[in-house]
Nanobody, 117 residues
């Protein structure tokens, strides 16, 4: 059974940084394409950043130049380095794993990021 566990969220001031981590267990991490989503209250869940199994990355326009997604296949972990955080980055951040070999994708439980002075 695949499980995703996020960590690293918290309360920070505008301009500060956070690094989110998501550990996958129960399957072969390297075969998954990984994404970070976020969802603020009353809003849709939206993709923030993605990294393929081969390491290709993509970002939402709102975070380009500030956020970096990376993966460590040896640690079964995907990261989201978030710099220059803004109040509008406040959301619950979710990790997602998707594989062409599986019908369903997998979600973590989410981690809260709050950016406020």
């Amino acid at each position: 059974q695949v499980q995703l566990v996020e960590s690293g969220g918290g309360l920070v001031q505008p301009g500060e940084s956070l690094r989110l981590s998501c550990v996958l267990s129960g399957s072969i991490f390297s075969m998954y394409n990984m994404k970070w989503y976020r969802q603020a209250p009353w809003n849709q869940r939206r993709t923030v950043a993605a990294i393929t199994s081969g390491g290709t990355t993509n970002y939402a326009d709102s975070v380009k130049g500030r956020f970096t997604i990376s993966r460590d296949n040896a640690k079964n972990t995907v990261y989201l380095q978030m710099n220059s955080l803004k109040p509008e980055d406040t959301s619950v951040y979710y990790c997602n794993a998707e594989s062409p070999y599986e019908t369903l994708d997998h979600w973590g439980q989410g981690t809260q990021v709050t950016v406020s002075s």
